[in-house]
């Protein structure tokens, strides 16, 4: 799979794919497939979502793409864009009635999914998240053979018996193509009462775990079938993004850890994966300035965002910025997710001393003092060594 810039010279333009199968069909795997894009593109990597599901296309809902339609430019396939880090194609998206079936054999099917994996301008591209039609057949089959190196499955299974016959078949098939198991996770592994918040295991529960135990694959963890995530299916508005502090979301992000975990171990992860020491040749700097209202804030605990900046330190010029939403705020979180980032500094209003410290701890320096501002300008005016600062105001 290449992006227009790595055509010529062969390279695979995409750090990690993320190949998700169900042997079985109902069982959530495009809601798994769809808030584990979400979730890596919320932690700043570029990501990209391909839907082979041709004949149940269920990621533009899921997405709130409906009424989108994809579009070409210079013979390639444009994705459809979400924010600056994820983008999507879908069968879903190229036809005018959501209502016509695609009724196509074999041939024609797989011609689908190679105009996918060939001939969409992704562009860069740090994960690819691939969401496959339940079983075995066609789909999944030219997908794993066309989209190249670096691919690992994910399996999505619910925990009743009925269901685990035919996910047992998925593991043999990744086996079959040698195609590595990230894991297997467990979907609607009880009910979450609305009313109460009690667990009631409609299905049972274990069932993945158990199996995922005797065929000697990784277990990802038990996702409940919690009435938000199906509200929040049909109306558009991805869980993890606009339920991130529930503990359903949660149980979503320990799922994918496996993932950023390998997308942090893999070299080739680039803009807000991991910072290169060199950009085109170039010392970059990463600066992580946090935000509220696009605007510098004036305490630290109270931002809305933080703004990532790379500085090309000889043109002394912006070279990316991006805006990211941070994890829930607690003692030690931030300063993590900032390393994870791969920024060396943080430049705030103010800031407390242990907040401060656990940030050195981490090998970030930490600037206070500074004006509410533009984040751009501030970063560009300390790396000129011009940034002006005052008093810290949140000296505690």
Same mark, same amino acid.
């Given at each position: 799979?290449?992006?227009?810039?790595?055509?010529?010279?062969?390279?695979?333009?995409?750090?990690?794919?993320?190949?998700?199968?169900?042997?079985?069909?109902?069982?959530?795997? /495009?809601?798994?497939?769809?808030?584990?894009?979400?979730? *890596?593109?919320?932690?700043?990597?570029?990501?990209? %979502?391909?839907?082979?599901?041709?004949?149940?296309?269920?990621?533009?809902?899921?997405? $709130?793409?409906?009424?989108?339609?994809?579009?070409?430019?210079? $013979?390639?396939? *444009? +994705?459809?864009?979400?924010?600056?880090?994820?983008?999507?194609?879908?069968?879903?998206?190229?036809?005018?009635?959501?209502?016509? +079936?695609?009724?196509?054999?074999?041939?024609?099917?797989?011609?689908?999914?190679?105009?996918?994996?060939?001939?969409?301008?992704?562009?860069?591209?740090?994960?690819?998240?691939?969401?496959?039609? +339940?079983?075995?057949?066609?789909?999944?089959?030219? %997908?794993?053979?066309?989209?190249?190196?670096?691919?690992?499955?994910?399996?999505? /299974?619910?925990?009743?018996?009925?269901? *685990?016959?035919?996910?047992?078949? /998925?593991?043999?098939?990744?086996?079959?193509?040698?195609?590595?198991?990230?894991?297997?996770?467990?979907?609607?592994?009880?009910?979450?009462?609305?009313?109460?918040?009690?667990?009631?295991?409609?299905?049972? /529960?274990?069932?993945?775990?158990?199996?995922?135990?005797?065929?000697?694959?990784?277990?990802?963890?038990?996702?409940?079938?919690?009435?938000?995530?199906? &509200?929040?299916?049909?109306?558009?508005?991805?869980?993890?993004?606009?339920?991130?502090?529930?503990?359903?979301?949660?149980?979503?992000? &320990?799922?994918?850890?496996?993932?950023?975990?390998?997308?942090?171990?893999?070299?080739?992860?680039?803009?807000?994966?991991?910072?290169?020491?060199?950009?085109?040749?170039?010392?970059?700097?990463?600066?992580?300035?946090?935000?509220?209202?696009?605007? *510098?804030?004036?305490?630290?605990?109270?931002?809305?965002?933080?703004?990532?900046?790379?500085?090309?330190?000889?043109?002394?010029?912006?070279?990316?910025?991006?805006?990211?939403?941070?994890?829930?705020?607690?003692?030690?979180?931030?300063?993590?997710?900032?390393? &994870?980032?791969?920024?060396?500094?943080?430049?705030?209003?103010?800031?407390?001393?242990?907040?401060?410290?656990?940030?050195?701890?981490?090998?970030?320096? %930490?600037?206070?003092?500074?004006?509410?501002?533009?984040?751009?300008?501030?970063?560009?005016?300390?790396?000129? $060594?011009?940034?002006?600062?005052?008093?810290?105001?949140?000296?505690?």
């Amino acid at each position: 799979m290449q992006s227009t810039d790595d055509t010529a010279n062969g390279k695979d333009a995409v750090a990690i794919k993320l190949v998700v199968l169900s042997g079985k069909g109902g069982v959530g795997k /495009s809601t798994v497939a769809a808030n584990a894009a979400v979730l *890596l593109a919320l932690k700043g990597y570029k990501v990209g %979502v391909m839907d082979v599901d041709l004949h149940g296309p269920s990621l533009p809902k899921l997405l $709130g793409l409906q009424g989108q339609r994809l579009r070409t430019s210079n $013979g390639k396939i *444009l +994705p459809a864009q979400i924010g600056d880090n994820l983008k999507v194609v879908s069968i879903g998206l190229l036809f005018d009635c959501e209502d016509d +079936p695609i009724i196509w054999r074999g041939p024609l099917k797989m011609n689908a999914v190679k105009q996918f994996v060939e001939n969409v301008d992704w562009g860069h591209l740090d994960c690819l998240v691939v969401d496959c039609p +339940p079983g075995t057949g066609d789909e999944p089959l030219s %997908v794993i053979q066309l989209i190249g190196e670096h691919q690992h499955a994910i399996i999505v /299974s619910t925990p009743q018996d009925v269901a *685990l016959a035919d996910v047992r078949k /998925s593991v043999s098939f990744c086996r079959r193509l040698d195609l590595p198991i990230l894991g297997i996770i467990e979907n609607m592994s009880g009910f979450v009462c609305p009313h109460c918040g009690n667990i009631v295991h409609v299905f049972g /529960s274990g069932g993945a775990e158990r199996m995922a135990a005797e065929m000697n694959v990784p277990f990802l963890g038990k996702i409940p079938l919690d009435p938000q995530v199906v &509200e929040s299916g049909d109306s558009g508005h991805p869980y993890v993004y606009h339920y991130s502090k529930a503990a359903t979301a949660k149980l979503f992000e &320990e799922a994918m850890q496996p993932a950023v975990e390998l997308m942090r171990s893999t070299s080739r992860i680039g803009a807000l994966g991991k910072r290169n020491d060199v950009m085109n040749g170039s010392p970059t700097k990463r600066i992580a300035i946090p935000t509220y209202q696009g605007k *510098l804030c004036a305490h630290f605990g109270h931002c809305e965002a933080f703004t990532v900046l790379d500085i090309d330190i000889e043109a002394m010029k912006v070279t990316s910025n991006q805006t990211l939403t941070p994890p829930e705020h607690a003692p030690g979180v931030y300063p993590r997710w900032v390393k &994870e980032l791969g920024a060396d500094t943080v430049i705030a209003g103010g800031m407390g001393s242990r907040a401060q410290a656990l940030f050195e701890e981490q090998g970030i320096e %930490v600037v206070v003092g500074a004006d509410a501002g533009d984040p751009e300008q501030i970063a560009l005016d300390y790396v000129q $060594g011009r940034l002006a600062t005052g008093d810290n105001v949140c000296d505690h």
